[in-house]
T-cell receptor
Framework: RKEVEQDPGPFNVPEGATVAFNCTYS??????FFWYRQDCRKEPKLLMS???SGNEDGRFTAQLNRASQYISLLIRDSKLSDSATYLC??????????????FGKGTKLSVKP | DADVTQTPRNRITKTGKRIMLECSQT?????MYWYRQDPGLGLRLIYY???????NKGEISDGYSVSRQAQAKFSLSLESAIPNQTALYFC??????????????FGPGTRLLVL
């Protein structure tokens, strides 16, 4: 089983739609969780951390379910500028050859006019 | 000015050549990382360094070496480049900590083509 799994998509949605991505992780000792955004041919950038109680940043809401070991990202009122690949990232602590952050392969979102 | 810079941004080289990719940061972070990204495979860790005297192999270190010349500089070398090392290479930095403190800040990437 992969450490961090995501549906690669693409998710093609119209402007204004609500879209949700899920991510599952295998290491139950994982300590912290993040969503990164990566635009085409650009570097990944932190979108938001994910807290146990759930957290919201404008149109973006992140949820963590430790019991089921999954993380979600909800985007409301999608904008054209939301088109990107969204990476689920899990911190497993000092993980030897894995380092400390494990990146999912990403979910591609395309928002259409 | 960018906090994490990488040089060169693009490089074409031939099989068997030795090349070096350089990374510099002005964020004052102790931790630095080298990743490669390939279509469909996501980001994979090559090497990482938690401070100047600490170097650790990542999951795909074979064929690569690194040098941490200073807190601000972390170089990646391909001793004898081969075509399957064609990829997009990212350098990243972070602070030790928890939660958002663990954010990794990425450089703009180096596109490497090995012919």
């Amino acid at each position: 089983r992969k450490e961090v799994e995501q549906d690669p998509g693409p998710f093609n949605v119209p402007e204004g739609a609500t879209v949700a991505f899920n991510c599952t992780y295998s290491n139950s000792a994982s300590q912290s969780f993040f969503w990164y955004r990566q635009d085409c041919r650009k570097e990944p950038k932190l979108l938001m951390s994910v807290y146990s109680s759930g957290n919201e940043d404008g149109r973006f809401t992140a949820q963590l379910n430790r019991a089921s070991q999954y993380i979600s990202l909800l985007i409301r009122d999608s904008k054209l500028s939301d088109s990107a690949t969204y990476l689920c990232v899990v911190n497993i602590g000092y993980g030897g050859s894995q380092g400390n952050l494990i990146f999912g392969k990403g979910t591609k979102l395309s928002v259409k006019p | 000015d960018a906090d994490v810079t990488q040089t060169p941004r693009n490089r074409i080289t031939k099989t068997g050549k030795r090349i070096m990719l350089e990374c510099s940061q002005t964020k004052g972070h102790d931790r630095m990382y080298w990743y490669r990204q390939d279509p469909g495979l996501g980001l994979r860790l090559i090497y990482y360094s938690f401070d100047v005297k600490d170097i650790n192999k990542g999951e795909i270190s074979d064929g690569y070496s690194v040098s941490r010349q200073a807190q601000a500089k972390f170089s990646l070398s391909l001793e004898s480049a081969i075509p399957n090392q064609t990829a997009l290479y990212f350098c990243a930095t972070s602070e030790p900590g928890t939660g958002a403190q663990e954010t990794q800040y990425f450089g703009p990437g180096t596109r490497l083509l090995v012919l």
